[in-house]
């Protein structure tokens, strides 16, 4: 009983994060041009893979679901590091996966764990843009 009380408190905090992900995915698919993907998300623009770790932290989902709201995005002309910059930070660094880590974990262990993951996560969209 105190097991489903708990499943329930913790699905009753994430659905709303759920949502938003369908509903963003939808949005690129359908309703954004082309050219404004290109000139925010493109290997120009050098803000872009810091921009698509903010953006993907306050959403939810799993490798598989947000696979494709990164396709959407890189058939509108989004550079693939910072997809995949994007891609990991809704993985890795989820809002409602933190609000689960804190019920085992200070706020100051979250908060290096969050640092450094973004950091890493940044790194790497840079150098997939440089590369790729």
């Known amino acids: 009983l105190r097991a489903w009380d708990s499943v329930k408190e913790i699905v009753g905090k994430v659905w709303p994060y759920v ?9 690129i ?5 082309e050219s404004a993907l290109v000139g925010i998300m493109g290997k120009q623009a050098w803000w ?6 903010l953006v993907g932290v306050p959403l939810y989902s ?6 494709p709201i990164v396709s959407a995005l890189m058939e509108k002309g989004a550079s ?15 809002l409602p996966e933190t ?6 974990l200070k706020p100051q262990l979250i908060a290096v764990f969050i640092g450094i993951i973004a950091v890493a996560i940044i790194i790497t969209g840079y150098l997939f843009n440089l590369i790729l």
């Open 62 to 67: 799993n490798a598989a679901g947000v696979i």
């Open 48 to 53: 872009s893979v810091p921009a698509a770790v």
């Open 19 to 27: 949502l938003v992900g369908i509903a963003v995915g939808a949005g």
């Open 99 to 104: 609000i689960i880590l804190r019920r085992v």
């Open 80 to 94: 693939l590091g910072t997809v995949l910059a994007f891609m990991m930070s809704v993985v890795g660094l989820s």
């Open 29 to 33: 698919h359908g309703y954004v041009p």
